[in-house]
């Protein structure tokens, strides 16, 4: 085989070994049960909704007596082991003698809502052995919403396995993820007066920008339309006077004043006597 041949070999194998190794490093998310194309926007918006738990592990620990003493781990739409390859979501531990059981599996995954909260469903887990009728587990974990919190409280509420079918094991956990969208709490004047507010801070430093670049106004003179501002004041007084005043506008004053009609006239020679001869 040729150099340039040998070459091109070698980048075909180290390029398939990358690709296998990036397609083995990423993680498995959840896939809804069914065709991809019968999913609907519901649950692909409830999955993605759902991914700011994707990178949290969640366990919780019970031990009922010294045959149930097990350890849950769960994680949201990934593998708790992805290492195993089985798709396990949510797998049980038992201590005593670690062996592991998978609960429910993130490729049949059910996933529904109400107003605030989100069930998520992992089904297709291992098999029971004497309960009911050796179907396949079930996992159903309820989160509710909780604001201000990721993700908190992941506790086991019971296992369901004394009927003949459809049994399950039932979780619960609070997060923000499912909590709706606050509403605004702007009412209507508040709306109206924000909307002014903005419209006359626009007016304002828009026309001072206008008057002082375009115009080439100076000092008092950039405030827009500052003629009719000046006059407006005037006009006020006028009609606060016209309004409000009690009395008419020629009526005689409470008082009168000492003028000179008053004083009367004086002789001019008042004084004369006291002048030397």
């Known amino acids: 085989m040729s150099a ?43 999955l993605k909704k759902l991914e700011p738990l994707s990178h949290m592990r969640f366990n919780v620990t019970v031990g009922k007596d010294t045959t149930e003493n097990y350890i849950y781990h769960f ?64 996992a159903v974990i309820m989160i509710s919403c909780k604001r201000g919190v990721t993700a908190s409280s992941f506790s086991i509420i ?56 375009v115009v080439g106004a100076k000092g008092m003179e950039q405030i827009p339309h500052f003629a009719f501002w000046q006059d407006l004041g005037n006009l006020v007084a006028d009609g606060c006077d016209f309004v409000c005043r009690s009395k008419p506008r020629n009526a005689p004053a409470a008082y009168r004043g000492v003028g000179d009609d008053q004083l009367g006239e004086e002789s001019e020679e008042r004084d004369d006597h006291l002048l030397p001869m």
């Open 75 to 138: 994680r949201v739409c990934r593998e708790v082991n992805s290492t195993s390859h089985d798709f396990g979501g949510l797998v049980q531990t038992d201590r005593q003698n670690g062996k592991t059981t998978v609960i429910g599996r993130i490729n049949e995954t059910q996933v529904f809502n109400g107003s605030d909260w989100i069930m998520l469903i992992y089904k297709g887990g291992d098999s029971y052995g004497r309960h009911c009728s050796g179907e396949k587990r079930r």
């Open 4 to 46: 340039p041949c040998h070459t091109s070999a070698l980048l075909l194998l180290f390029m398939a070994l990358a690709v296998a190794g990036a397609e083995q490093s990423e993680e498995r998310s959840c896939d809804v049960i069914g065709d991809e194309s019968s999913e609907s926007q519901m649950e692909r918006a409830l």
């Open 158 to 213: 019971t296992e369901e396995r004394e009927k003949e079918q459809e049994c399950f094991y039932l979780f619960e956990m609070d997060s923000s993820v499912a909590c709706p969208a606050e509403n605004s709490h702007l009412s209507v004047g508040s709306i109206l007066l924000i909307t002014f507010v903005t419209l006359v801070a626009v007016y304002i430093i828009g026309g001072f920008l206008y008057q002082r670049l």
